[in-house]
């Protein structure tokens, strides 16, 4: 069984039809579907971006305070900033159109609830919609909506108490991926995009805490990055994602599961190994 634990609805770029059409067409038998965060965002063919993300990858990993400086500017203000265009960033997440979705396709779409702390009535909405059939967890974004991770404390305890993971996209700030295992030790949590922006200071940590994973998810990663983080944590630790419709170069086009997919096909461990990467570890989280 294929799951991908990371990916956003965006009917503007992707209709349901489709992507379950592309699901089946590669073997994924469930994703665990975020509302999207911000306005529709079509990548472009360009050599020119190519090499950028190459060296910011190479920065993250090498140089990671000159990374993390240019990290720092991807979002300000209220808006995404790529490759000289701005994309407003959606400050409240519409969790409803996680719901409509699980009721459209209940058999194939597993629900995050993603929160925003900074809105009062964000954690009233979440708690809600977790009584829901289908949702499993809860999602944050400190980086896009550009708070400490510390504003997290309150829906950290309450999934910890409920026994449901959350699934973070971190900010760069200092140390914050140890802020909620330290303080939550039973949290199940999942950091995105190979716990980007830290990477190898993120993996070292948390190798040892048997609550905390990351997902492959994004274009901020390739195969090497993957397989780095698989060497550094082991293979039951990573859980595949694709953080689509990300990525996609025109409105309905066939999402290229293929190439997420082949970062841990590639890899140089066992088919079983790899079963639980593709979907074992994330059944095994939310179970």
Not at 16 to 26: R, S
Not at 231 to 248: A, I, N, Q, T
Request: glycine share 6%; charged share 25%; with cysteine.
């Amino acid at each position: 069984m294929i799951v991908d634990c990371h990916f956003h609805v965006d009917e503007t770029m992707l209709t349901l039809g489709k992507m379950v059409e592309g699901m089946d067409e590669n073997d994924v038998t469930k994703t665990a579907i975020i509302a999207p965060m911000n306005e529709t965002m079509f990548e472009v063919e360009s050599t020119y971006q190519e090499n950028l993300q190459r060296f910011f990858r190479f920065l993250i990993l090498h140089a990671p305070q000159i990374g993390l400086g240019i990290y720092d500017g991807l979002a300000k203000d209220g808006f995404f900033k790529l490759y000289g265009h701005s994309y407003k960033i959606f400050t409240m997440p519409r969790n409803d159109i996680v719901a409509a979705a699980i009721n459209r396709f209940p058999d194939r779409f597993l629900g995050w609830a993603a929160i925003n702390p900074m809105i009062p009535q964000s954690l009233e909405e979440v708690e809600s919609y977790l009584t829901k059939p289908g949702f499993i967890g809860v999602k944050a974004h400190p980086f896009m909506h550009e708070y400490s991770i510390k504003a997290l404390d309150t829906v950290a305890a309450m999934c910890e108490s409920k026994g449901i993971p959350m699934i973070i996209h971190l900010s760069s700030e200092r140390d914050s991926y140890k802020y909620l295992p330290e303080k939550y030790p039973n949290l199940k949590l999942i950091y995105a995009h190979a716990g980007l922006p830290f990477w190898k200071k993120l993996w070292d940590y948390i190798k040892d805490k048997p609550n905390v994973f990351v997902d492959t998810s994004s274009d901020y990663l390739n195969a090497s990055i993957v397989m780095k983080a698989v060497e550094s944590l082991g293979y039951r630790k990573v859980l595949f994602g694709c953080d689509g419709p990300y990525g996609m170069k025109k409105f309905n086009d066939d999402f290229d599961y293929s190439s997420k997919k082949a970062w841990i096909e590639s890899l140089q461990i066992s088919d079983n190994q790899k079963e639980y990467i593709f979907g074992k570890n994330f059944i095994g989280l939310i179970d």
